[in-house]
C-alpha cells in the first residue's frame, strides 16, 4: 500500500475544461491519475441523499477514495454548542458514508475567552460525547482531527496527538503548512518534518501514524500563525520535496490531500510525481 494523493475541492481547471458539477469530476481525477477527493463541508452540509449516492457511485467507478471536511465553525470548547456541533458532525458523517467514503476530517475548536486548560477538557469531552453518537448511528466513519495553524484554535501538534492517544478512536489529520504558520516557519529541512513525523509515530504508535491524514499546501504566515493557503511555485513554503523521501521510506499509507487554491489538482500531481520519484 502506498499514499494516496487528491484535491480540496474542484480545481480551476476543472471548470476551465467545461465541467460543472462535482459528479464529474471522478473521471477527471483519474485522467490525472490522482486517487481522493476531499469534499468542503466548511460553510455546512447541504447536499441531498441523491448526490451523495450518485457521487458515490462515480468514486467507485473510478476507484476515487472520497474524504470530507466538516464545517468551519464547530467548537467543541463550547459546552453551550455541543448539540449543534454534535448535528454538524453527524450531518458530515452521514453525507461522507452516503459518498462512500470513511475519512472525516475536523477542527476541534478555538479557545476563544477561556483558559487553554479549560477549552482543552471541554474539547475532549466533546469529542468522546461526538464519537459515541457516531456510534449509536452505526456511521463506520473515523474522525482525523485537525493541526491548527493560529495560536488561538485548538489543536497545536501535541494537543492533537493528546486527543488522539486519549482515545483509540481519534486520528491525527496532520496539516504541514499550518505546523509551519503556526511556528513561525519552522519545517526547513528534511530533519524539520523528520522530527514531527517521529513525535507523532512516538507519540500514537506507528500503526496509527501510518494512517494518518495530511494536508499539504504552501502557505502565508504573520505574527499571529497563518494568513492564507498559497498556490506552489510562488515563493512560499513548507516544500514537499523534503517530506516526500520520507513518507515513503516510512511507509506512510493514509490520503494526503492538497489544499492549493486554485491549482490543487496540478500541484497534487506535482507531489504525487515527487513522492513516486522518491521509490526510485
Ligand atoms: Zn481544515
Redesign the pocket.
Known amino acids: 500500500m502506498s499514499l494516496k494523493f487528491g484535491v480540496s475541492g474542484n480545481s480551476d481547471s476543472f471548470y476551465q475544461e467545461g465541467n460543472k458539477r462535482t459528479v464529474e469530476a471522478f473521471a477527471w481525477l483519474k485522467d490525472r491519475e490522482l486517487d481522493a477527493f476531499e469534499y468542503p463541508f466548511g460553510r455546512g452540509v447541504s447536499m441531498s441523499d441523491e448526490t451523495a449516492k450518485e457521487i458515490g457511485k462515480e468514486a467507485k467507478k473510478h476507484s476515487i477514495i472520497v474524504t470530507a471536511?466538516a464545517p468551519?465553525y464547530i467548537n467543541f470548547a463550547d459546552p453551550q454548542r455541543l448539540e449543534q456541533n454534535i448535528a454538524y458532525c453527524l450531518q458530515s458523517a452521514k453525507a461522507l458514508n452516503l459518498m462512500g467514503g470513511k475519512r472525516l476530517?475536523v477542527?476541534v475548536g478555538g479557545q476563544k475567552k477561556l483558559n487553554r486548560e479549560v477549552a482543552l477538557k471541554n474539547c475532549k469531552a466533546g469529542l468522546y460525547h461526538m464519537l459515541n453518537i457516531l456510534e449509536e448511528e452505526k456511521l463506520p466513519v473515523t474522525c482525523f482531527i485537525?493541526t491548527m495553524g493560529k495560536p488561538g484554535q485548538i489543536g497545536n501538534l501535541d494537543e492533537i496527538l493528546m486527543f488522539c492517544r486519549s482515545d483509540e478512536r481519534l486520528y491525527p489529520?496532520i496539516?504541514f503548512a499550518h505546523i509551519h504558520a503556526l511556528n513561525q516557519g519552522s519545517l526547513n529541512s528534511e530533519d524539520d518534518f523528520l522530527q514531527v513525523l517521529l513525535q507523532v509515530e512516538d507519540s500514537i504508535g506507528m500503526d496509527k501514524a501510518k494512517q494518518m491524514h495530511i494536508?499539504f499546501s504552501a502557505i502565508e504566515y504573520g505574527a499571529k500563525g497563518e494568513i492564507r493557503h498559497r498556490i506552489f511555485g510562488e515563493g512560499f513554503g513548507p516544500d514537499f520535496f523534503l517530506l516526500a523521501p520520507l513518507l515513503y521510506q516510512r511507509g506512510y499509507e493514509g490520503v494526503l490531500i492538497c489544499e492549493s487554491r486554485g491549482t490543487q489538482a496540478e500541484d497534487a500531481q506535482t507531489m504525487k510525481e515527487r513522492y513516486i520519484l522518491s521509490k526510485i
Open positions: 471536511h468551519y476530517v477542527h485537525e489529520c496539516d494536508h
